[in-house]
């Protein structure tokens, strides 16, 4: 079992920054990708960006250039630099680790972009 605890998320104004982590614990030692989804109320769950253990990265065209995801394996700790945020980043955050075909949530952290 893998688990994960996320911190991070907030409140903060148009063009402003926030980092997300997302720590896993448990049987760690062997989780490959980790990443980040976002959902809003009455839309799908949208994948934000992932990190293959290797430092393979992906990210959704609408965060590119805006977000960092990284990655500190000897820390089994993933982080979301989220700088430039715009109101249609607000949603909750939800961390994610796949170990063994098995895919592993976080608690989610809400992230809200507000003037």
């Known amino acids: 079992q893998v688990q994960l605890v996320e911190s991070g998320g907030g409140l903060v104004q148009p063009g402003g920054s926030l980092r997300l982590s997302c720590t896993a614990s448990g049987s760690a030692f062997s989780i490959n990708a980790m990443g980040w989804y976002r959902q809003v109320p009455g839309k799908q769950r949208e994948l934000v960006a992932t990190i293959t253990k290797s430092g393979t990265i992906n990210y959704v065209d609408s965060v590119k250039g805006r977000f960092t995801i990284s990655r500190d394996n000897a820390k089994n700790t993933a982080y979301l630099q989220m700088n430039s945020l715009k109101p249609e980043d607000t949603a909750a955050y939800y961390c994610?680790?796949?170990?063994?075909?098995?895919?592993?949530w976080g608690q989610g952290t809400q992230v809200t972009v507000s003037s």
């Open positions: 994610y680790a796949d170990r063994d075909f098995v895919r592993y």
